[in-house]
Every structure is written in structure tokens, then in C-alpha cells.
């Protein structure tokens, strides 16, 4: 689906990322861990197409990302930035309905079934009901989840989120939670909340930049990893009803 080689970013003298590589597979979620400015959302918006890398390559379905024109790419992923804006006085439908854009053109015209498209998309957010107010009244947490509902209105086989779960409150969060779970589609999305991480295929742990573990949550969410990436120590308990494991933190 998607192929980071050797991926770096630099910013004057400053590397931001470094030498960062690994493969997505369709269907997978990824989720990229790692402390507050270790580089998860560089590295995300390298792989978006928004920056473009110092070195390395981002590979969509086997050709580099450069060569892609822009609306083809938004055919394929769609991004969830971490502090979306957008235009001012537009409404919560119409900014829904721009996630349709990349798929119109003069012989393919707006229709029915974008409308269709955009009304599901809504309905999976719970956002139907903000369908008429000002983008500029909502509140964090609505903002977000209008933003979601952008991106899987474009239809994408690839999701790009940067911690689309803040501003939530419990219940949003596991909507999304169970959203990212159940659309079949790629994902890669950054979490703060290791717990929430642990139910990804597979997770990314950064670094000052790097790699520091890629595998199965079980393999890179270890005591020692979490201790020396995090600097906090962790054990893993399990509940006693369901056996799922729980990570609980001292400092
Ligand atoms: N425009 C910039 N100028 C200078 N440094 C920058 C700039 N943008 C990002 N950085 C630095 O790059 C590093 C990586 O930032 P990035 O936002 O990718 O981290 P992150 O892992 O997403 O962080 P967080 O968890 O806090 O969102 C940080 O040290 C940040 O301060």
C-alpha cells in the first residue's frame, strides 16, 4: 500500500527524522507511538506528500510519491492533521462535501451518490446534526470529528490520523477507536495513549527521530522500551473479566 525507504527530514542543521523505513499491507493499522517530538507527525506528512523528504522515498502502491498528481493522491489517502484548519464562514456540510472534490470533474459532476456518500459519512461521525452550523462555532472535539468524516467522505484506501482522538471525550473516542477498527481500509495513525495503541496490527515506536521497535504492540510495548523511550516505568495487568492486557504507569 504504502512503502517509507529510508526516509529522512531535516530542517536547517536539524534532523527531525531519521533513516525511517518500514512497509505498510492493505488493510493494516499501524500506529506510530513515540514521546512528544520524536517526529510522528513529520513523518506522517511526509508520507501525505505535504513535506517532501531530504533523502529517501515514500512509495504509493509501488511508484514514488512525487510522481503522483495531487488529486490522484487524494483519491488514494486522505489526511486527518493534528490542528486542521479551514476556510472560514463554511459549513459544516460543505466541508464535509470538499472531501468529494479529488473524484469530480467536468464529465464526472456532482450526484447523487456523492450526496450519499457524504450523508454516511456524517451519520458514521454522529456530526448529522451540526450539518448547517458554521465550522467556526464548533468546539474541539466537533472540529475533529467533521474532519474525520472530510476524510472518509474522499473515499480513501489509505488513512492518515494524527491523534485524531484528542478533544474527544470517552465516548467519541471509542467511536473512532471502533471506526479505525472496523473500515476496511490501511491506516496509519498516531496515539498518545498506549492503551488505545495496544489494539493496532502492528506499532511504529519513535524516537529522537528513529525507529526504536516496529513489530506486534506485545513486542514493542515492553517495560524496557516504554522505560527508555518514555522514561517511565509500566506493567501489564490484565482485567480480570475480559483478560484484555492494560498498561498502568509510575514515574
Ligand atoms: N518548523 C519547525 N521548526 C523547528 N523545529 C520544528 C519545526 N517543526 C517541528 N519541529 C521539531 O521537530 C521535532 C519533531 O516534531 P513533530 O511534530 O514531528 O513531533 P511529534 O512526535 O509529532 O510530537 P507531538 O507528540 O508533540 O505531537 C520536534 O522537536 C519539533 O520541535
Redesign the pocket.
Known amino acids: 500500500m504504502i512503502c517509507a525507504r529510508n526516509l529522512h527530514y531535516r ?2 542543521r ?1 534532523a ?2 531519521q533513516d525511517v523505513s518500514f512497509e505498510l499491507q492493505d488493510g493494516e493499522v499501524l500506529g ?1 507511538i ?12 511526509m508520507l501525505s506528500g505535504i513535506f517532501r523528504p531530504s533523502a529517501g522515498q515514500v512509495l504509493l502502491q509501488g511508484r514514488c510519491l512525487s510522481q503522483w498528481p495531487r488529486h490522484e493522491i487524494a483519491q488514494h489517502m486522505a489526511f486527518v492533521e ?1 490542528q486542521a484548519e479551514t476556510h472560514e464562514r463554511i459549513r459544516v456540510r460543505d466541508a464535509v462535501e470538499l472531501g468529494r472534490t479529488p473524484w469530480l470533474s467536468l464529465l464526472n459532476p456532482w450526484s447523487a451518490q456523492d450526496d450519499a456518500i457524504v450523508g454516511q459519512a456524517m451519520d458514521a461521525l454522529n456530526v448529522g446534526h451540526l450539518s448547517q452550523r458554521i465550522w467556526h462555532s464548533l468546539s474541539g472535539g466537533e472540529r475533529q470529528r467533521v474532519h474525520l468524516a472530510r476524510a472518509l467522505a474522499q473515499q480513501p484506501q489509505l488513512l492518515l490520523l ?2 485524531p482522538t484528542n478533544h474527544l471525550d470517552i465516548q467519541n473516542q471509542l467511536t473512532i477507536l471502533r471506526l479505525v477498527d472496523e473500515l476496511p481500509v490501511s491506516i496509519i495513525i ?1 496515539l ?1 495513549d498506549l492503551n488505545q495503541a495496544m489494539r493496532c496490527d502492528r506499532l511504529l515506536l ?1 524516537h529522537e ?1 528513529r525507529v526504536f521497535a516496529l513489530g506486534p504492540p506485545a513486542r514493542v510495548l515492553t517495560p524496557d522500551n516504554i522505560r527508555e523511550a518514555f522514561g517511565v516505568n509500566s506493567r501489564l495487568l490484565h482485567d480480570p473479566e475480559t483478560g484484555q492486557p492494560n498498561l498502568v504507569f509510575t514515574d
Do not use: F, I, Y
Open positions: 530542517l536547517k536539524k527531525l527524522v506510530l513515540g514521546p512528544n517530538g520524536s517526529g510522528k507527525s513529520t513523518l506522517l506528512r493534528q494524527d491523534e498516531a498518545h519513535m527521530g
